[in-house]
């Protein structure tokens, strides 16, 4: 008898070592948590929805935003909202008497502006709109350039993100389907159409180049800190992927991670990683929860770092951390913009 308790210690010990790892766990998996659920507003005009991307000039002032009507907007602080910018289709459409802004119709007449970032140099903000292809317009605003329709001889039917290498000032930018518009972008996943493309252009050829195609739902992108490939979010398969700009793996791609959830635009956190924002999770918990993950931190070896978690109403398209220790949230849906203080 006396043998058989002795024999039956190293089990003992081995399940007490695992009891006393538990909380360390829980701890660790704690800390890699971000509680997003207390967030300021910055409300948009009356109508308005869809602030989906967020970006700041070369001052640091804003946010920048497209919204549904068709508009770039301003964030003045105590002046509120202003035009920013709109496509030449704008005024030729009088889309300032649509009464409803936010119509299918109204976008394919007027433009949607989906991604926005500002070369820093010029001053000069880039949109990628939907309907109306690349755009540029100057530090002033008004009315932007279109600078790109179609890219191999195909039109860009439904143009998504953008980043630009700060240094030589090529803009890279996406085409989510060359099948599908975003009026239908639901059928994007549904239908698990890959005709997603990855694009360069060349501000100085004025020359677009089609750097990949034959991808499922090509949606945010971002250049890397050390500017020698990208990040591509593949929304469909919720997935990253990597391309490469320079080096010896230059125009190849690879996986980049895997991910919980469907990813829409991706943003450099920093510190040599990315946020990505997810419009919801892949395998959603049951409506008695009301919280989910609204975006991940991805490290840039891509690994998970970090999960901002929030209420389930939220459902971010980009989230942009600032110096200041302030996250603001895009949203292709939501009313405002919203910010988190880390």
Sequence with gaps: MKKRIMSKLPLLATFLAVLLLV???????????FDASKTHRLDLPDGLVGPESVAFD??????YVGVSNG?????????????FAYSPSYTKNKCDDFSDVSSVARESSCGRPLGLRFHVSSGDLYIADAYMGLMRVGPNGGEATVLATEAGGKPLRFTNGVDIDQVTGDIYFTDSSTTY???KHDLVT?????TGRVMKYDPRASQVTVLQSGLMYANGIAISADRTHLIVALTGPCKLMKYWIRGPKANTSEPFADL??????VRPDGNGGYWVAFNREKYESPRSFDRHVLAVRIGADGKNLQEMKGPKNVRPAEVVERD????YLGSIESSYVGIVNT
């Design 260 to 265: 919980s959830g469907y990813p829409d635009n």
């Design 181 to 183: 518009t975003r009026a």
């Design 190 to 194: 549904r239908t698990r159409d890959s």
């Design 23 to 33: 909380p360390t766990a829980a701890s660790a998996a704690a800390a890699m948590t």
């Design 71 to 83: 508009l770039v907007l301003k964030y003045d602080g105590k002046d509120g909202w202003t035009t």
């Design 58 to 63: 070369t001052h640091g002032t804003g946010p």
């Design 324 to 327: 200041d220790g302030k996250i």
